[in-house]
């Protein structure tokens, strides 16, 4: 979720040759280690979407060359040498931007969840920031409000960001541990020998849970629910689990 709706007049790009400018080293810097509250967005349209979602954009750096009309609060043109240095992508753009987020704590991500009548999304140690992406991606299209990431991928790193298509920023993502949790009703989805999730009431579930792609759950108080499979199959991938239960939940749920 944004922190606030960004209202900053497109400005005109202020021009950086050295890799040694402040902004630069900012950039640099965030690309090495994420700041809490703030991150690192690439490409055109993840920057546009993060945008469009009201996110704050403190700073848009764009290649010599590149143009955008996305409103942020500072613009500045960099030298091409200087953009790919900064890159995180195989293909640079040209677009790179830092946003300001709101990250929600885990008791208001589950309260978000709650009101809108969603079980609250939980990765439990998911480790790849591709597929937390891509869960984020699907929560957003599924319609769910809210998700909370206990360890693994940043879901707000740069890799993340990418994977959603900047979907990350229309969810409420906190970040936190099952302690946090300790009290709540919840469903952990299991490749094997859970409750088949096309039958089971889900009134009162309060938590549906995703494990890691190696080790799968880690929180043995969950109910189990599984998505049946062909005989042979041993999972699904973990991103492709969540895509089918958060559309099973939205067909039930609406
Ligand atoms: C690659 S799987 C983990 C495999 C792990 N070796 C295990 O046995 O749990 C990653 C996660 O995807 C979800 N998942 C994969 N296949 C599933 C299925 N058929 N039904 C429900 N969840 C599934 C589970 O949450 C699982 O923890």
Known sequence: MPSRASRAAPA??????????????RLRQLAKKREPGLTLIEGPRVVAEAAARGVRLELLALRKG??????????????????????QTVSPQGVLAIGAV??????????AARAAGWPLLVLDG??????????????VAAGAPAIAVLGGADPFSAKAVRASAGA?????????????LATVRGLGAT???????????????????LGSEAHGLSNPRL???????????ESLNV???????????RRRLS
């Open 126 to 139: 998911v480790q790849d920031p591709g597929n937390v992406g891509t869960i984020c991606r699907s929560a």
């Open 239 to 249: 991103a492709a689990a969540a895509a089918v239960l958060l559309f099973e939940l």
């Open 191 to 209: 490749p094997r020998g859970g409750a088949d999730i096309r039958r089971l009431d889900l009134g009162g579930v309060d938590v549906l849970a």
């Open 66 to 87: 590149s143009e955008s009309s996305i409103p942020a609060e500072r613009v500045i043109e960099l030298a091409p040498r200087v953009f790919s240095a900064l890159s």
């Open 168 to 180: 990350v920023f229309g969810l409420g993502v906190a970040r936190g541990t099952w302690a946090e």
């Open 102 to 111: 709101r990250e929600f704590s885990v008791p208001e991500a589950l309260a």
């Open 223 to 233: 109910g189990p629910v599984t998505i049946p499979m062909q005989p042979g199959a």
């Open 12 to 25: 005109a790009p202020e021009a950086v040759l050295s890799s040694e400018n402040r902004a630069v080293k």
